[in-house]
């Protein structure tokens, strides 16, 4: 009785959403399918399907391939392992023929054709769906589309929602991205009592992400309680000065032993343990064992560090570990960790009238530059204000810091031919520093970087000494917050703009050469037109030779240096302006 109404609420869903006004499923008298359902050997090879239509259609970009820099799915008409000999028609019977390489075990897809307002659907299966059994170094190793069967320890958990999280089974480390319940819904994760240092089985499809493999809404078939839970840590992280640093952890096993990484041994070490016997009860007969481990850091003079620290209780037949991050905070005011401008100006108030005894960093956005401030050759100098946000706030002391005749990079005078400063710009000032009539100001320092260069060799991103290709590279890398310009040439277009979606993505270089090398070769990924606004029908298109400057923030994405999508745009394009 099950199975028939099952089946019969099936249909009735189906028959629901077949009559719907949006007419997505069905045989459509627009366009119909002779088949609906491909499969492809596991092996490799071809299936065909014949399309009829009455107008034009295509395939839609509905297959997710990836995220961009924005955390967005990327979408195309097919997945990377399937190709097609076209992916639109017109009126009348067109034969597709569709492809895909041999894989090592079964992947399926779902497409979709759309006519007008219309949508058709075909499936493509290649092999058989049945999971394979494998280790995490081999899903890591495997193809995408394909299901497997994995086990391994929970080392972290990412997100409590969805389950994300993360296991580990000796041979590597896997990503699990989302979790499903024991009906197999989302976003219930919490039921299933998943906690850190279970040993957990799952089964679910292989993804890529950021050039990483994971599975993606996994089912869990077991789960295997850890001996060993921490209960308590204390909050924050242990300061730069260093000092103890207490966990709680509970076990049913033969003890618990802590186990720093080689990597922290220098710095962090158990200097003690206390052990708690758990007390039965008749709610809980067999209580947990507790312990108290006290670790010691050593002083940070550096950037911030963490350590993990492997916790492992075992019995005769079971084993089980978990793991924690410890962190220690890094001495503010170093290049690993420059001083904010408000963190600057309270170590200024520290030091009274007294000059401070060591050059530090200070990183900030300039807000100001003096009336006679400019660099020049004279002096070799120059003399700005600075602020967390690049506003300046009329001297306020609380906010707004001076750069006193600051040198240029590598602590030389500024000379004819290097960039002049500008508002706007991200710098890091090494300096000392002092009050100067109720102010912060530097005494004698010099510009370590602006907009994350040490040179202005390929600019230096701002309007007046925009960024090469080359340079930009550099700036991304170093990951810089500030919105820059980059100029140059298109030196490959990798999408022209439409109206459809207002942007386009194309490489910039000096003299319009394309290296394929991320070392050199600048994207300006997803670029929107010049007002910043969406390209429209009769505006200019793009070329490969094109002089074109473009202004707005950098990211890495896959190691390729680029513009997050739809947040930068053209300034110009061969010199015309908007």
Request: with cysteine; net charge neutral; glycine share 12%.
């Amino acid at each position: 009785m099950k199975l028939k109404y099952s089946l019969s609420f099936i249909l009735g869903a189906f028959l629901m959403v077949g009559c719907s006004d949006d007419n997505t499923i069905g045989s459509l008298a627009e366009i119909s399918l002779d088949k609906t359902y491909l499969t492809i050997p596991e092996g490799g090879g071809n299936d065909t399907v014949n399309i009829s239509a009455t107008g034009d259609w295509e395939f839609e970009k509905s297959v997710v391939i990836g995220k961009d820099a924005d955390k967005k799915d990327v979408t195309a008409e097919l997945p990377t392992w399937l190709t097609a000999t076209t992916l639109k028609g017109s009126a009348g019977v067109t034969q597709v023929i569709f492809h895909a390489d041999a894989t090592g075990s079964g992947r399926e897809i779902p497409l979709q054709i759309s006519i007008g307002d219309k949508r058709q659907y075909l499936v493509v299966r290649q092999g058989s769906m049945e999971a394979t059994t494998a280790t995490c170094a081999e899903v890591l190793a495997g193809p995408d589309g394909k299901t497997y069967r994995v086990s391994g320890t929970v080392t972290d958990i990412a997100n409590t929602t969805y389950g994300n999280l993360y296991i580990n089974d000796g041979t590597g480390e896997l990503y699990l991205y989302g979790t499903l319940d024991k009906d197999g819904k989302q976003k219930n994760f919490s039921s299933l009592g998943i906690e850190k240092g279970d040993y957990i089985t799952v089964e679910g499809p292989r993804s890529t992400y950021n050039g990483n493999g994971q599975l993606v809404n996994v089912t869990v078939l077991n789960i295997k309680k850890s001996l060993v839970k921490i209960v308590e840590t204390p909050e924050g992280v242990i300061p730069a000065a260093g000092g103890e640093y207490n966990v709680k952890v509970a076990y049913k096993g033969s003890g618990v032993y802590p186990e720093i990484d080689a990597n922290a041994q220098s710095w962090l070490r158990v200097v003690k343990t206390k052990f708690i016997a758990g007390i039965p009860s008749k709610i809980e007969p067999n209580p947990s064992d507790t312990v108290i481990v006290t670790f010691h850091a050593n002083n940070n003079v550096a950037g911030a560090r963490s350590a993990g620290v492997t916790f492992t209780s075992s019995t005769s037949g079971n084993s089980s570990s978990v793991k924690l991050q410890v962190a220690q905070a890094g001495l503010s005011g170093t290049l690993a960790v420059p001083y904010t401008v408000e963190e600057a100006i309270d170590y200024v108030k520290s030091l009274g009238d007294n000059v401070s005894p060591t050059q530090v960093y200070i990183k900030g956005y300039v807000s100001k530059v003096d009336a006679k401030g400019q660099f020049g050759a004279t002096f070799g100098n120059g003399t700005f204000w600075i602020s967390s946000n690049g506003t300046y706030n009329n001297g306020d002391a609380a906010k707004d810091m001076q750069v006193f005749r600051a040198l240029w990079f590598n602590n030389q005078k500024w000379v004819e031919g290097n960039a002049p400063i500008a508002t706007g710009a991200e710098v890091i000032i090494c300096a000392t520093v002092k009050k100067y009539n109720g102010v912060a100001q530097t005494d004698k320092g010099y510009v370590y970087s602006v907009n994350g260069v040490t040179t202005d060799a390929h600019g230096i991103g701002t309007k007046a000494n925009p960024f090469s290709g080359l340079g930009a590279v550099a700036a991304a890398n170093a990951g810089t917050s500030a919105k820059v310009y980059v100029a140059g040439k298109i030196s490959k277009v990798a999408s022209e703009f439409n109206a459809n979606y207002g942007n386009a993505s194309f490489y910039i270089s000096t003299d319009g050469t394309y290296a394929n090398d991320k070392a050199k070769d600048f994207e300006a990924f997803r670029v929107l037109y010049m007002g910043n606004r969406k390209w429209a029908d009769g505006d200019k298109q793009v070329k490969v030779g094109d002089d074109v400057t473009i202004y707005g923030p950098l990211t890495v994405y896959n190691g390729v240096a680029e513009t997050p999508a739809n947040q930068a745009y053209i300034v110009s394009l061969n010199g015309a302006t908007e």
